[in-house]
């Protein structure tokens, strides 16, 4: 129980809901009787109107009292009406006067008990106030503990994560490349070996028609009865064409040439102009093992009725030659043809 040290004044009545109620550690009076007799009743005894020590003083039937004079002054203010003072002893208005003291403290001290009662729901109220703000409080500060913590909890679980992902990705890299690498070299054997085998099989057909074509062939030969057939022209033969372009100044100049080892012979035609003049002639030129140039010029035929150029061969180093040596200056020719192998 809260002890408050604090004044009360009540103006409009105190009203005490307990049963008892203490002053000083001396219970107080309360009203459960008729006016007349509640504080006989409480106090004990029995109440006269006679002159008597340690007696409670009372009315008699005319509403006098019978026990003597009571003298007594009053100070402040005072409720009610007090007949015949001067019947009454100052004995009898100090007891008068004792009561109506006794009960000014007991209404000051239910009022103190109704102020300590209100202090203390004061008291009570300012304390769960308190200790709800310290909860809430705490509660905050626990919550933000929490929030601070989860947030920790969520970055090392994003590390975690983004940490297993990036290796889950690797190891996901590397079995998918490991896969693929082993799928391309079986497939890449399993082709091999289709080729290898394709590749046989049509050799194995060509040569065996080759072989079988050539030994008809033979036997043919062999009995006269080979049917000459015709031949590709580029199996034996090439077309060829070349100009020198102007040659200014009348000296020998090749007009064409070509690897003697691929041809062994050629028929041209090969054509001179200067000015308004041309000749034409045709070249039959033919080698031997020793890459000895036999050449034969035929047909020369003139314009103007003179010679434009000569036309010879030779070989040199790895070529055959056609040489041209111009009479004039600014003089152009022309070589077209056949290289026989």
């Keep these: ?57 009372k009315r008699d039937a005319n509403g006098n ?6 003298t007594a002054t009053f100070v402040g203010n005072v409720t009610g009406t007090v007949s015949s003072l001067s019947n009454h002893d100052t004995d009898d208005l100090a007891e008068g006067s004792n009561l109506y003291f006794t009960n ?29 703000s310290d909860a809430t409080s705490k509660v905050a500060a626990e919550a933000a503990l929490r929030v601070s913590g989860d947030a920790a909890s969520v970055a090392t679980a994003a590390s975690d994560a983004t940490s297993k992902a990036n290796a889950a990705q690797a190891a996901a890299e590397a079995t998918a490349a490991a896969d693929a690498t082993s799928k391309a070299n079986a497939a890449q054997a399993a082709a091999i070996s289709a080729a290898a085998t394709d590749a046989t099989g049509k050799a194995n057909a060509a040569q065996a028609a080759a072989e079988a074509t050539a030994a008809a062939a033979n036997t043919a ?12 022209y580029n199996d034996v033969a090439k077309q060829v064409a070349a100009t020198t372009g102007n040659i200014a100044v009348a ?10 080892v691929d041809y062994r012979s050629a028929k041209l035609v090969v054509k001179v102009k200067n000015g308004v003049h041309t000749q034409v002639s ?18 020369i035929t003139y314009s103007n009725g003179t010679e434009l150029a000569a036309v010879t061969a030779d070989y040199s180093g790895t070529d055959v030659r056609v040489r041209v040596t111009p009479a004039n200056a600014n003089t152009e020719v022309v070589v077209v043809g056949t290289l026989i192998k």
């Excluded at 009545?13 to 006016?35: H, N, R, S, Y």
């Excluded at 000296?251 to 003697?260: D, M, V, Y």
């Excluded at 000895?292 to 047909?299: L, R, T």
């Design 104 to 132: 000014a403290r007991a209404l000051s001290a239910t009022s103190a008990a109704y102020d300590a009662a209100g202090s203390a729901a004061g008291a009570q109220a300012a304390a769960i106030s308190a200790a709800a």
């Design 65 to 70: 009292f019978a026990a003597g004079t009571i």
């Design 282 to 299: 045709d070249l039959v030129i033919t080698l031997d093992t020793a890459n000895n140039v036999a050449v034969s010029e035929y047909g």
């Design 1 to 57: 129980m809260a002890t408050v040290n604090k004044n009360f004044r009540i103006k409009n009545g105190l009203i005490v809901e307990g049963g008892t109620a203490t002053v000083g550690g001396f219970g107080v009076l309360t009203k459960a009787q008729a006016d007349q007799d509640y504080i006989v009743s409480l106090i004990g005894g029995t109440a006269t109107s006679a002159n008597e020590a340690n007696k409670v003083v």
């Design 251 to 260: 000296a020998e100049t090749t007009a064409i040439a070509w690897t003697a």
């Design 221 to 232: 030969q062999q009995n006269g009865t080979t049917a000459f057939t015709a031949i590709n």
